[in-house]
């Protein structure tokens, strides 16, 4: 009789220490007094899981029955979900909105078909492998890829259990394709996360692949005894065989994100020898003519000296290697990151002169350009340059200037119209309308059309 008020006790004990981490979960993700990653959501429902599931398991030795256990698992199946559909809609952290934030419009829509809508087959697939070398930061990688293995595998566990019907496979089959596309569907409507159909790939092929694993006898039979405490017997070898197994399968995801890391600790630093460079500009002339020297041009403009010295001026980086400037802008095989800005910041003194006649546009709000040409074989018109003075608590403020080049391609005479639309909803912000003309020696000349 003690025994069992013992049970009881501990049972309570369980059940109630589950509680309170469940309330806490719950208290996190509506306040949002933490910010939980998916991490610390997955580690806050193992821990209640573990402990309900000991709470099950003194309650059914009390009872002396297996029925807490099924109850438990019932349990688990809805936290796995609640996980599920936080992280796939409502969680902010990844950036879903879930039901009570969609804002449908053409700007939000275009945006999420370009960026994050997919329906080639294993594109985001090759995306993913292609990254892994990369410089993305390696939880980045891992969630992407892993979290879309993993995300439907329980259900390769708790299905078969709960339902006497999935247990067979076609069943199974047809209710994962369906609980993915269901997933998908919402996230489209809701414009969370992504809708891809390489989504549907992973996570209904590894659903597939550990529910044929867990259909091995000894392994099934493992997890009816720790999850339903029933007496099936096992071999143990066969148990023996299982925990290698397992083990085999951790060390290799803990390998992966190892050599993942290393990967990226050598792409870090192969960057950082790239770009992060000490700079030093020296001048070594002693005369001057006066004269003017291009000595570097790109698509836009034309840089000067103000007078004969190219061969004189030098660019020291990292303090023992030293090129000449006008060698360095000009080669294609400079193991840094060489541009004529980072050369200007750090003291090298030019003259720049356009290419093509400019047009200037100024204002405020938050805008983007539209440009529009009658006879796109005369020219072609490019915004070279955008500066804003951003007013984060009233973006509708904000000052803009943009640049525009008129790049001349064939003598004659067009319109042409920069539409300036407000980024937010697309309405017309400014609207300037010119004449362009380009004579025999490619000369351009704009009138603004009033």
Do not use: H
């Not at 996360?193 to 209904?204: A, F, K, M, Q």
């Not at 018109?381 to 403020?397: G, L, M």
């Not at 407000?422 to 000369?443: A, G, R, S």
């Amino acid at each position: 009789m003690k025994t069992k008020r013992i049970l009881l006790i501990l049972s309570i004990l369980f059940y109630l220490f589950s509680i309170i981490i469940i309330g806490a979960y719950l208290l996190f993700d509506l306040t949002k007094t933490i910010s939980m990653t998916a991490i610390l959501r997955l580690l806050l429902l193992i821990i209640s899981c573990i402990f309900l599931y000991f709470g099950g398991f003194y309650l059914s030795k009390y009872r002396n029955d297996n029925k807490p256990m099924k109850v438990n698992l019932w349990i688990f199946f809805i936290l796995y979900l609640l996980l599920f559909f936080t992280l796939t809609l409502f969680d902010e952290y990844f950036g879903r909105t879930g039901f009570f934030n969609i804002s449908w419009s053409s700007e939000t829509l275009n945006s999420y078909l370009k960026d994050r809508f997919n329906i080639i087959p294993f594109a985001t697939i090759t995306s993913y492998i292609n990254a892994f070398d990369s410089l993305y930061d390696t939880s980045t990688i891992m969630y992407n890829l892993l979290g879309n293995i993993v995300a439907c595998i329980p259900m390769a566990f708790f299905l078969p259990l709960l339902f006497k019907k999935q247990n067979n496979f076609k069943v199974f089959l047809i209710t994962i394709i369906l609980f993915v596309l269901g997933i998908e569907l919402l996230q489209f409507i809701t414009l969370s996360g992504s809708c891809d159909i390489d989504d549907l790939i992973l996570n209904v092929s590894f659903a597939l692949i550990i529910y044929k694993i867990l259909k091995i006898p000894s392994l099934n039979k493992l997890l009816r005894n720790i999850f339903l405490l029933e007496n099936n017997k096992i071999k143990r070898s066969s148990i023996v065989k299982i925990v290698i197994a397992f083990l085999i399968v951790v060390s290799l995801g803990v390998g992966l994100v190892f050599y993942r890391r290393t990967l990226y600790d050598k792409n870090l630093e192969e960057y950082d020898n790239y770009y992060n460079y000490r700079l030093e500009i020296v001048d070594d002339s002693l005369d001057c003519d006066g004269e003017k020297e291009l000595f570097f041009e790109d698509k836009y403009y034309e840089y000067y000296f103000n007078c004969k010295k190219s061969d004189n001026v030098y660019a020291v980086i990292n303090d023992n290697e030293k090129y000449l400037v006008k060698d360095l802008l000009n080669s294609n095989n400079i193991a840094y990151y060489i541009t004529i800005d980072k050369m200007k910041d750090a003291g090298l003194e030019y003259t720049r002169v356009n290419k093509y006649e400019e047009i200037n546009i100024s204002g405020t709000g938050e805008i983007y350009a539209d440009i529009k040409i009658d006879d796109e074989k005369l020219v072609n018109i490019e915004e070279v340059e955008a500066y804003s003075d951003y007013d984060i608590n009233n973006p509708t403020s904000s000052k803009y200037r943009l640049k525009f080049f008129v790049i001349p391609k064939e003598v004659g005479e067009t319109n042409a119209s920069i539409r300036i639309l407000n980024v937010k909803d697309d309405t017309l912000n400014l609207e300037k309308k010119y004449k362009i003309n380009v004579d025999k020696d490619l000369n351009v000349m704009i009138e603004e059309l009033s």
